[in-house]
């Protein structure tokens, strides 16, 4: 399996196990079914609801329920990816069941306006749709025969950069700074950097606050990381790196040290 190497903010380079092309397009391809068969099951649906008016062109009725045919059919679809990718930590359905994630370029998860930046330019995902759409009409327009030969290109670069970059990224990933990985799941709460903190907790380094959410979830990665490959040299580094930059003095061991910076950003961002 090849990996991928990531510098995270704190100049500490962590491995992840790249996401294979396969496993990229078998994501793609449930997403896509899972969008299909919603369009299915609402044209069934509003089918069925415009069979109750007599004229469906004239009717105010009839003319309400095709603009929300055409509302719950292009919002849905349209936002489903970037939607996902926020609500699920950089997973969407498809990516979810072949155990992959989209994470920034610092290993930590990604921003709105990185996920938005590679949702806008999802040449796979919308060629894909134009080439179906020229395909149905070439028949009848043999001049789209030349669209159809331009989207299978824009389609085709996406496979190639996936292939052929050192980080498997297609275009949007590259222009948004992000990476898709592997990613074994985790139950629940396990997947963000949140812990449970009871109320009677007390911070031990207030000094926290001084990282950003990417900083935080850069040290959620390396502890993870080391645990994970028992690597103690890696959370003894990035332990004194913290140290050195938030001023903070401490004999506690690099994963205590690193497990209670998350519980005290967790209590005193929440509190």
């Known amino acids: 399996m090849s990996t991928i190497q990531i510098l995270t903010s704190f100049n500490i380079s962590i491995t992840f196990p790249a996401a294979s092309f396969p496993r990229r397009f078998a994501a793609w391809a449930i997403d896509f079914a899972i969008i299909g068969v919603y369009i299915w099951m ?8 415009g069979g109750a008016f007599d004229d469906p062109f004239g009717d105010d009725g009839s003319q309400i329920l095709s603009g929300l045919f055409w ?12 939607v996902c990718e926020l609500v699920f930590n950089g997973q969407s359905l498809g990516k979810r069941v072949m155990q992959l994630r989209v994470i920034n370029d610092k290993g930590g998860r990604p921003s ?33 025969l030349k669209q159809i030969g331009i989207a299978f290109c824009l389609f085709a670069l996406d496979i190639i950069l996936v292939n052929v970059t050192a980080r498997h990224q297609r275009l949007g990933d590259i222009l948004a700074h992000t990476i898709v990985i592997r990613s074994i799941q985790k139950a629940g709460i396990e997947e963000t950097i949140f812990q449970q903190v009871t109320d009677t907790y007390t911070p031990q380094f207030p000094q926290v606050l001084q990282l950003s959410d990417r900083d935080i979830n850069a040290i959620k990665n390396i502890l993870d990381s080391s645990r994970k490959h028992h690597d103690y040299g890696l959370a003894d580094r990035a332990a004194e790196k913290i140290k050195r930059h938030l001023d903070i003095s401490t004999s506690l061991s690099p994963f205590e040290f690193l497990d209670i910076l998350l519980k005290d950003y967790n209590y005193l961002t929440t509190h």
């Open 112 to 144: 709105i306006s990185q996920v938005l930046i590679r949702w806008l330019i999802r040449t796979s995902d919308l060629m894909m749709v134009v080439c179906m759409l020229f395909v149905a009409v070439a028949s009848v327009y043999p001049e789209a």
């Open 71 to 82: 509302f719950f059919i292009t919002v849905p679809t349209f936002l489903y990816h970037p």
């Open 42 to 49: 609402l044209m069934r649906v509003f089918t069925a609801a």
